[in-house]
Structure formats: C-alpha cells, structure tokens
C-alpha cells in the first residue's frame, strides 16, 4: 500500500521539477548594487512597442521592472525623493504619468507584479513625485543604475531620477 502512495507523489515531484527547470523567464533580472542601496528588477525589452502611455498606462500602479515587483534595499537611514526613509528592504512601486511619477515604498516583500497592490497598498511606506525627462536616445531595455546621489531609471525616451541622500 505505501507504494502505490509513493509512485505518485514521486512522479509529481519530477514533474514539479521539470517544469520549473524548463520555465524561462521573458525578461532578465538584475541587481545593481551602490553605495547604500540594491536594487533586484525585472529587465523588460521595447521590442518596438510604445512603452509608457500604452504597454505601461499612465496613471496605473506598475511594478516597475517585469514579473516580480521590484525590491530595493537601503542599507543605511536616508532621504529616497526628498522623503526619509529607514534602512531596509522594500517593494518599489511607480505611478507614471507624463508630468510626474509617484514613486512608492511598500513594506510587503515578495509580490508579483503590482497585481496584489490594492490589498497591501496599507503597507506603503513612503509616496515621492519626481519628474521624468526625456533621454538623447531610446533605451531599448528598462534599466535602473545607482548613482551616488539619485537612482537612475531610464525605458525608451523616458529618463527618471529619484535623488537619494546618506
């Protein structure tokens, strides 16, 4: 009898196992890594669409990168957009319209997307606007760089820099 429970429990897990190796993400992921932050992001290409205003609507929630939300760490107390902000490691939301993007900190980790937003939007932390700029060229890939006094967003012709301070 315990092997007709063990068989199938076995195949499972294999197949669970399988899958999971098989499974490929669409976009890469990367860290930056600064002086007192790290930033892990999904790294979604153009591939000649419109990017903000139609694949990344105005005015909506996004998770700023692909698949998971984005995850950034302050490892030590700071300002983040001119707001203060503790050491730790958040969730980074961004509201993006044509005149201003609301930059949010949430302190629930592991979401997917911004899709759960709503219900854990109580956990915010921080809301900043800054504005966005534009960039002397297309950016084909979302890239996030960390500068030593701003972190550096820049997708298409869009460029937004978030000034920080240590």
């Known amino acids: 009898m315990n092997k007709l429970f063990i068989i199938p ?53 996004w998770r700023t990168g692909a698949d998971e939300a984005t995850q950034i760490t302050f490892k030590k107390d700071g300002t983040f957009g001119g707001k203060p902000v503790m050491a730790g490691t958040y969730t980074l939301f961004t509201i993006p319209t044509e005149k201003g993007w609301t930059i949010i900190l949430n302190s629930k980790l592991g979401q997917w997307g911004a899709f759960g937003y709503e219900k854990a939007k109580t956990k ?14 297309s950016v084909e890939q979302f890239t996030i760089s960390a500068q030593d006094d701003a972190l550096l967003m820049e997708w298409d012709m869009t460029s937004v820099s978030i000034p920080m301070k240590f």
């Open 124 to 137: 915010d932390v921080l809301h900043a606007i800054v504005s966005p700029g534009k960039t002397n060229k």
């Open 9 to 61: 429990v076995l195949v499972c897990l294999m197949a669970t196992t399988a899958f999971a190796q098989g499974e490929k993400r669409a976009s890469p992921h990367d860290t930056v890594k600064g002086k007192y932050v790290e930033v892990t992001y999904g790294r979604p290409y153009k591939k000649g669409r419109d990017v903000f205003g139609a694949l990344v609507p105005y005015g909506e929630v």
